[in-house]
């Protein structure tokens, strides 16, 4: 599992990796890597990190849409979604009521609209369960 996000919500997205991580799953997050992603060239070694995880989690917010670097990573992680022809890898997140279109990712892409201060529960619940039937 890979989660793409904006540093504006990264409190919320730090307890979802917390709780897969400690539920025996792998999962790329930025604070988890900084060792290995260390003088790197990050346009070369987060494509690597988005294709090989099962999923990605993209965490969409007014934030997520504004910043350069949020923008690039959608665009590796759409392209490779493409690429996997439909198969299940991308799943979005509506963050605190933002909903607008995101160029790239179609309507039709099953998503959940989460509110970081009451529904971490619900958005944890339904990671772990996807997680669990991946490796069923």
């Given at each position: 599992?890979?989660?793409?996000?904006?540093?504006?919500?990264?409190?919320?997205?730090?307890?979802?990796?917390?709780?897969?991580?400690?539920?025996?799953?792998?999962?790329?997050?930025?604070?988890?890597?900084?060792?290995?992603?260390?003088?790197?060239?990050?346009?070369?070694?987060?494509?690597?990190?988005?294709?090989?995880?099962?999923?990605?989690?993209?965490?969409?917010?007014?934030?997520?849409m504004k910043k350069m670097?949020?923008?690039?990573?959608?665009?590796?992680?759409?392209?490779?979604?493409?690429?996997?022809?439909?198969?299940?890898?991308?799943?979005?997140?509506?963050?605190?009521?933002?909903?607008?279109?995101?160029?790239?990712?179609?309507?039709?892409?099953?998503?959940?609209?989460?509110?970081?201060?009451?529904?971490?529960?619900?958005?944890?619940?339904?990671?772990?369960?996807?997680?669990?039937?991946?490796?069923?």
């Amino acid at each position: 599992m890979a989660l793409s996000f904006s540093g504006d919500d990264r409190d919320f997205v730090r307890r979802i990796a917390e709780s897969i991580k400690s539920s025996g799953y792998t999962v790329f997050y930025d604070e988890y890597e900084e060792a290995r992603l260390w003088g790197k060239d990050l346009t070369q070694e987060l494509p690597k990190k988005y294709e090989s995880a099962h999923y990605c989690i993209i965490f969409f917010s007014i934030s997520y849409m504004k910043k350069m670097w949020t923008h690039y990573e959608r665009q590796v992680i759409v392209a490779h979604f493409l690429k996997k022809r439909g198969k299940k890898y991308l799943l979005p997140v509506f963050l605190n009521g933002f909903r607008d279109p995101i160029p790239g990712v179609s309507d039709v892409i099953g998503y959940v609209t989460i509110n970081a201060a009451t529904d971490f529960n619900k958005l944890n619940d339904m990671v772990l369960e996807v997680l669990r039937d991946k490796h069923a």
